[in-house]
């Protein structure tokens, strides 16, 4: 059984691809590009380590913050679907403030720009994030789960619908939500996010809800129209090893520009 345990997230990836590979090829949104063997070199070593420093990080991030204080109250008691409703509107919300801040401020963006550096969106983009972005956003997401004494079976319920949507909202599939979009993200919706074009930049924050958006006015949502472009200007090195150390190079030179310290490389 332990090493069961341990295939269990390689897994559910190979089931997740079984299941989009095919939707994306039967039912794209745009053709796709031509193949590139560090692309997919990348983002395979962003599943295979990099989510590996993720589920790591974020289980000592959630017991540390669970250490801090006993749930402040408890919903365990209400109905399932009760349950379900508010972890969803407030987990959201909290992705969505924490996703805005990771935009605004520069030396977080360093990190949060390597999930933007695909200039390709299909449902491997989704896996394509750095370690200390995702640990950070996930226990921020985790936050009501942990405070609000939730039932096993709503946190499970809620964060089964989490993963498999969000891989929907980065996937290359023409698929619509029909009215039930004006409440939940669509894969159009989200991928205005990713659009590398101007009017197009710090939109459409929310995980898996518009409401914030459309709340805060950052709802971006052209009907029947697709982005252009994806990805980051000066994007970084198709490269796994690059993709997480670079945003720590970007980060120290930050500092050392707002700390007015001059930089002897140039010297």
């Not at 709503?154 to 023409?174: C, F, K, M, P």
Request: net charge neutral; glycine share 4%.
């Amino acid at each position: 059984m332990e090493i069961w345990r341990h295939l269990d997230p390689y897994l559910t990836i190979l089931t997740i691809a079984a299941v989009f590979v095919p939707f994306e090829i039967l039912r794209p949104a745009r053709r796709r590009p031509d193949f590139s063997w560090a692309r997919y070199r990348t983002d395979l070593l962003h599943i295979l380590f990099g989510g590996f420093l993720i589920r790591f990080g974020t289980g000592l991030a959630v017991v540390f913050l669970a250490s801090l204080s006993a749930p402040v109250t408890s919903v365990a008691a209400m109905p399932i679907w009760v349950q379900f409703a508010i972890i969803l509107v407030l987990s959201d919300l909290c992705f969505w403030i924490a996703h805005r801040i990771y935009h605004a401020v520069p030396v977080l963006w360093e990190f949060h720009r390597i999930h933007h550096s695909s200039e390709h969106l299909d449902w491997l983009a989704a896996y394509r994030v750095h370690p200390a972005d995702q640990i950070v956003n996930s226990a921020i997401i985790a936050l009501p789960a942990i405070y609000l004494g939730f039932s096993p079976l709503a946190i499970v319920i809620y964060g089964l619908i989490y993963r498999w949507h969000s891989i929907l909202l980065h996937s290359n599939v023409d698929i619509d939500f029909g009215m039930l979009g004006r409440i939940v993200t669509t894969p159009r919706f989200h991928h205005w996010h990713h659009a590398n074009e101007a009017h197009a930049y710090d939109r459409n924050f929310g995980g898996q809800l518009v409401i914030w958006d459309k709340l805060f006015g950052t709802a971006l949502d052209p009907k029947g129209t697709r982005p252009e472009r994806y990805g980051v200007d000066n994007p970084p090195e198709e490269s796994f090893v690059d993709h997480m150390t670079s945003p720590f190079k970007a980060s120290f030179q930050h500092a050392r520009r707002h700390r007015n310290i001059p930089d002897r490389s140039a010297l």
